[in-house]
């Protein structure tokens, strides 16, 4: 079953256009990369989805509604959550108070204090301190803890790795399988290739705006990958 | 006049203006509102007060049960109808709207209740005072007012330390577009925000309007103290605005008592100083 479909997905930051046309499908347990170079579309089009950016309404249909048209609160209500680029907690909040802003969507599910704790147990000893007072690591923690909160049917992750230690990303990447195994579906961005390939059963490769290449991960031609990735 | 008795009704004159400013505290923390409306705000609190007073015959202090609730929902209307039109645009679009707004209020007033003073009477607690010592005593109506001030600011803490529309308020501050996509419907909240801060613009309105006479143009200068009560105090802490009006009324006071002419000026001096020393105020929390 089709959980997410882009038709012909195209956005703007006022007259720059930063997506062409993008068409992308991800079945309902699915887990999806999206991989390309710094500026080829990928937070863009997480944020396309996630409703931050305007789109027609065809263009983005979540379960079959289409959805491009509704505001970033409206699409979280409907159980699309994103953990962002940056992590971007409220710094002024503790970690508790971030991970329970996350229930500001009002859904039902899996997901509570009690199991974002179980997943990361260090989370619950440093609960009670300001978000920037956690390491890098910690705080994507919290940043996926807090969209766990909203019991998402649809999990879109920004550069889960980005400016954290390779021990660190593995143990970030372990917790995506408890996260999937409740049969969340995950679209992860990243930079990190492998990283991303090694979590995902597709991938899509972005290039300036363009899909350029899709393909199961399992052996796919790690020429026609670079090519796709550096456009050459 | 002893120095005690100085620093006493300065100190209490202060929680007068931190009762002005926490409105303007709050919509400038939660929305980066610069409210330029907010005194003329105050002023048209205290002539609703007066109208609810002259229809029905009631105590100023109980015409505060309709005089906050109408607030609240002008507030509210205020926000989601004009003001959260203007925040996409930078800091210039609702300084413009809310000077528009400001204009209109005044000139409103002017010419539903021409240009003469009205004052709202309590009777006697308006003159009533407390003998603490041989020379020293202290009106009852200023320690009210301190106290509700008081009162006020520790209740708006509880609501943004310990509730879930407060950790909403809090998350919106720091990170607008992050909040929205948590699934914070950022304009409804925005209203709340504003709706909760025309509560204490109505208690200063109405309390403003017993303790001395207004008139359709007394806006702006209430602006100014609440204002420099604000930066005094950082912006975005409470606590600081409360510190601020005391340090404004301090100043005042202690002005006045050298040479009456200084008191205005006294005040002023002592907001430029501290803007010379601490440029963001004394307790800043708010994050650019």
Redesign the interface.
């Known amino acids: 079953m089709t959980l997410l479909q882009t038709n012909n997905l195209s956005a703007f930051y006022g007259d720059f256009q930063a997506l062409f046309g993008i068409n992308v499908t991800v079945a309902q347990g699915e887990t999806v990369a999206i991989i390309g170079a710094n500026g080829a579309g990928k937070t863009t089009f997480l944020r396309s989805v ?1 409703g ?1 950016l305007d789109t027609a309404p065809e263009m983005v249909v979540f379960d079959g509604e289409p959805i491009g048209h509704k ?3 409206e699409i ?2 409907l159980g699309i959550a ?1 953990v ?1 680029e940056g992590r ?1 907690l ?4 503790s970690v508790e ?1 971030n991970l ?3 229930t ?3 859904r039902a599910g899996p997901w509570n204090l009690k199991r974002v704790y179980e997943l990361f147990p260090r989370l619950h000893e440093l609960r009670q301190l300001p978000a920037p007072s956690l390491s890098g690591g910690q705080q994507q923690m919290t940043a996926v803890g ?1 969209a766990l909160m ?1 019991n998402p049917r649809l999990l879109l992750c920004d550069e889960l790795s980005l400016g954290l230690a390779p021990v660190v990303i593995r143990d970030i990447y372990e917790c995506l399988d408890a996260i999937t195994g409740e049969g969340t579906t995950v679209v992860l961005v990243e930079q990190d290739i492998n990283r991303a390939l090694d979590a995902s059963a597709r991938f899509y490769c972005f290039q300036e705006g363009r899909l350029a290449l899709s393909a199961p991960t399992k052996d796919f031609d790690r020429n026609a990958l670079t090519a796709a990735y550096f456009g050459l | 006049m002893n120095w005690i008795n100085i620093l006493i009704q300065g100190g209490l004159l202060g929680g007068f203006y931190a009762l002005f400013a926490i409105g303007l505290s709050m919509s400038f923390g939660i929305m980066r509102l610069v409210n330029i409306a907010h005194g003329d705000l105050i002023v048209l609190a205290a002539y609703v007060a007066l109208l609810v007073t002259e229809g029905t015959g009631i105590d100023p202090f109980l015409s505060l049960v309709i005089v906050v609730p109408v607030m609240f929902v002008l507030g509210y209307a205020l926000q989601r109808g004009i003001l959260n039109m203007t925040l996409s645009g930078g800091l210039l679009p609702p300084l413009l709207v809310t000077f528009g707004i400001s204009i209109i209020i005044q000139n409103g007033l002017l010419q539903a209740f021409g240009a003469y003073d009205h004052r709202l009477q309590v009777g006697a607690i308006e003159t009533a005072s407390l003998h603490l010592g041989e020379n020293l005593s202290v009106g009852v109506f200023p320690l009210l007012v301190f106290a509700i001030a008081v009162l006020g600011i520790a209740s708006l803490q509880l609501l943004f330390y310990r509730t ?1 529309l407060g ?2 308020f ?2 919106v ?3 607008a ?10 304009r409804k909240l925005y209203a709340v925000a504003l709706g909760v801060a025309m509560i204490f613009v109505a208690l200063a309105g109405v309390l403003f309007g017993i303790r001395t006479i207004f008139a359709p143009l007394s806006g702006p200068i209430r602006l100014i103290l609440a204002f420099e009560a604000v930066i005094i105090g950082g912006l975005g802490s409470m606590w600081g605005t409360l510190l601020g009006g005391v340090i404004l009324g301090l100043a005042q006071a202690v002005g006045a008592a050298i040479d009456p002419n200084w008191q205005i000026l006294a005040g002023h001096l002592a907001f430029l100083a501290i803007l010379i020393v601490r440029p963001s105020g004394l307790f800043p ?1 708010t ?1 650019d």
């Open positions: 996630a931050a505001t970033a609160h979280v209500r994103m962002p971007r409220f710094p002024s909040l108070e329970l802003l996350g500001h969507s009002e807090r909203s | 879930r950790r909403a809090r998350a501050s720091d990170d577009d992050t909040a929205e996509l948590m699934g914070i419907d950022n929390r994050r």
